[in-house]
DNA sequence: CACCACCCCTGGACGC
DNA sequence: TGCGTCCAGGGGTGGT
């Protein structure tokens, strides 16, 4: 579940305790976790067969003994970047979470958790992930982080409405549909099922309409809500369905403005009308069949 | 090239 | 209470 909002919330969390703190000792407790600088590209394929061979992961390669700046992030990847320029790539995927403890106290919950960062105050940093649909990706400097994330599209929080707008436009030859468009994090970064279906009911725009059936109005008026919906729920804190919690373990409130996810079955708030639900670029969908028409 | 079905994984919900 | 089954979904891979 964690999208854009959910990441955003995490990094400002754990902006106070991590920022200047000096790495004193690493811990990979799942080597399959990580990717490290020369491994075969492509991320997830570590978990497939025939399986990429284990290395010998060294601490430094965590960054032990290494300072870190203030964490980034860009669509749902945070970044924890040292003062040396190495980083660590952090999708949380479905189950993922970067759980902070203060000097002397515990992480909780503290079973699958994959990596370890002491830092030089006493505190810990964890990444678990009960799934592991996550991963850490090792980067040696700040231009092998900049090329991975020169593959996203614009990012749906600090972008403007027009960027988006154009990256939308970009397809507008294309009969995919606008949500599996929303999804695909090469044209907008940040955006997942949740948010998907809800700037698309807050559009007006059925969720299978084509890209080339949106026209630029429309295109336009879904970026709008596509930052607007990604905007409020950062305010929020997030949505915590059941996993998501900050680097605190706090949870976030966004989940209270929804007004399709989850809800199909119930009454749009808006008209009134049945909510439906379907696949829609093999996911769950929910829309309104009075707020969102179907495209011709 | 564009798009889609499938797969990875665990835990919670639900039915019997 | 316990067991089986289904489902959640980000995103890479391979097939069409």
Redesign the pocket.
């Known amino acids: ?1 964690p ?1 854009l909002p959910e990441v955003e919330a995490l990094r400002r969390s754990l902006v106070p305790h991590i920022t200047g703190r000096t790495v004193v000792r690493a811990t990979l407790h799942r080597r399959d976790i990580a990717v490290m600088p020369g491994d075969p590209e ?4 570590r ?2 067969s025939p399986k990429p061979r284990p290395k010998r992961m060294r601490a430094a390669d965590l960054l032990a003994e290494q300072a870190f700046v203030e964490p980034v992030r860009r ?3 945070i970044a924890l970047v040292t003062k040396a320029g190495q980083a660590i790539v952090v ?1 949380l ?2 189950t993922g979470q970067l759980r902070w403890a203060a000097p002397g106290g515990r992480v909780t919950p503290g ?2 958790v994959h990596a370890t960062w002491r830092l030089d105050d006493g505190s810990r940093l964890v990444f678990r992930d ?4 996550g991963g850490l990706w090792l980067l040696p400097d700040r231009s092998a982080l900049d090329a991975r994330w020169a593959e996203l599209g614009p990012d749906a929080l600090t972008a403007n409405a027009g960027q988006i707008a154009a990256a939308l436009c970009a ?1 507008s030859g ?4 606008i949500k ?1 468009a929303l ?1 695909d ?1 090469g044209v907008v970064a940040g955006v ?3 948010y998907a279906d809800e700037a698309l009911f807050r559009a007006g725009v059925h969720p299978e309409t084509p890209l080339s059936g949106l026209g630029g109005r429309r295109a336009r008026r879904i970026a709008q809500t596509v930052r607007d919906v990604i905007t409020a729920a950062v305010a929020a804190g997030g949505s915590t369905l ?1 996993d998501y919690a900050d680097g605190d373990g706090n949870p976030g409130s966004a989940q209270r403005s929804h007004k399709v ?1 989850g809800r199909a079955g119930e009454p749009c708030t808006a008209c009134g009308a049945t909510l439906e639900s379907g696949q829609v ?4 969908t929910v829309w309104c069949p009075g707020c969102q028409p179907e495209p011709i």
């Open positions: 579940m999208e492509g991320g997830f394929s978990q497939r669509g749902k990847q999708h995927g479905m079973d699958h009960p799934r592991r649909f397809w294309s009969r995919r549909a599996a999804l994090q997942g099922n949740i059941r996810y670029a093999q996911r769950t």
